[in-house]
């Protein structure tokens, strides 16, 4: 297991070169300059050529792209994410004071949605042909079906308007301001788990072990879960894994649709004013986190399932 696990961390290293080199290369091209957008709001409409090249200058954008790259890579190499061209900020501190927002708008949204879907598909499974069954699948196909965005303006309005129930935006460092923003971004998530559930209990019922312990006068209680649902939870465990990056990624969505301060509202901000050193911070510590949790869901294949050996 320590093996596997050193050898898995190792693996982030090139992947993250490889991300970083991909990313940096893209903003350098994209057309805009984000020396123009600082300049003019230094000068207050007296923004003039020589502010924008002093600008330039400053932040090394006139140096060759390569240049700039192994620069950002050794201020990476020492944990320093650079300064924002925007405001002016070290993004290290501006990240610690955004990433525990986002990070508890995922945690929840995940949470939600693994108790939500597993316990959905369980009982859609458990009765199959019936009007559970048939219930929780309508709800499970909604889910996919709607975007987030969609979804998180129609809660935001019914419930933070309207019925004036929920706060409709923004932050106060309480937790009941991310209980919408996580219903949004968890439901989808929840629906496609409840159809991996359901699909995959359906496929152990059949197998011949859980008819030799039914034959064994088991209770059907311990049936369902020590040998159909734990049987079952591999493919779940794996869609959860790999939709956990479906979520971080649209933190970037419900973030900007309930005005939560967040990694996601960053990336938002920065494109829009071409601000390269927080795309890049913002990018990096979602590319990071989709990671952690793939690192996370490989090593729980083996105590969920004993025949999974790591070497």
Same mark, same amino acid.
């Given at each position: ?109 995940? $949470? @939600?949605?693994?108790? %939500? ?6 009982? !859609?499974?458990?009765?199959? +042909? =019936? /009007? #559970?069954? &048939? ?19 129609? $809660? @935001?309005?019914?419930? %933070? ?6 706060? !409709?935006?923004?932050?106060? +460092? =309480? /937790? #009941?301001? &991310? ?37 064994? +006068? ?94």
């Amino acid at each position: 297991m320590i093996t596997f696990f050193t050898r898995r961390f190792l693996q982030f290293i090139p992947t993250i070169l490889a991300v970083t080199l991909i990313v940096f290369v893209l903003l350098s091209v994209l057309p805009g300059d984000a020396a123009f957008f600082r300049a003019a709001g230094v000068k207050r409409g007296q923004m003039n050529e020589e502010a924008v090249q002093q600008l330039r200058e400053q932040w090394g954008l006139n140096d060759p792209i390569y240049v700039r790259y192994f620069d950002f890579l050794k201020d990476l190499v020492r944990g320093d994410l650079g300064e924002s061209f925007r405001t002016g900020e070290n993004l290290n501190s501006v990240l610690a004071q955004r990433i525990p927002i986002t990070l508890k708008l995922v945690g929840f949204s995940i $949470l @939600l949605a693994v108790i %939500g879907g597993v316990g959905l598909g369980f009982f !859609a499974a458990v009765n199959k +042909g =019936t /009007l #559970i069954d &048939l219930g929780s699948m309508i709800v499970a196909i909604t889910g996919i079906s709607i975007p987030v965005f969609w979804s998180g303006t129609m $809660l @935001l309005l019914l419930v %933070g308007v309207y019925w004036n129930l929920l706060p !409709a935006g923004g932050y106060d +460092g =309480t /937790l #009941i301001c &991310l209980i919408l923003p996580s219903v949004t971004l968890g439901f989808r998530y929840m629906a496609l788990i409840a159809r991996t559930t359901r699909s995959s209990m359906l496929e152990v019922m059949n197998r011949d072990y859980v008819r030799t312990a039914r034959s064994k +006068g088991l209770m059907e209680r311990v049936v369902r879960t020590k040998h159909i649902f734990r049987n079952a939870l591999i493919p779940i465990l794996t869609i959860i894994g790999l939709e956990s990056g479906w979520i971080l990624a649209n933190t970037v969505v419900i973030e900007k649709v309930f005005s939560l301060p967040g990694i996601g509202q960053l990336l938002i901000i920065s494109i829009y004013s071409r601000d390269i050193p927080a795309e890049q911070a913002g990018i990096l510590i979602i590319v990071l986190g989709f990671l952690i949790l793939n690192l996370v869901v490989d090593l729980m294949y083996g105590f969920l399932d004993p025949r999974i050996r790591y070497s």
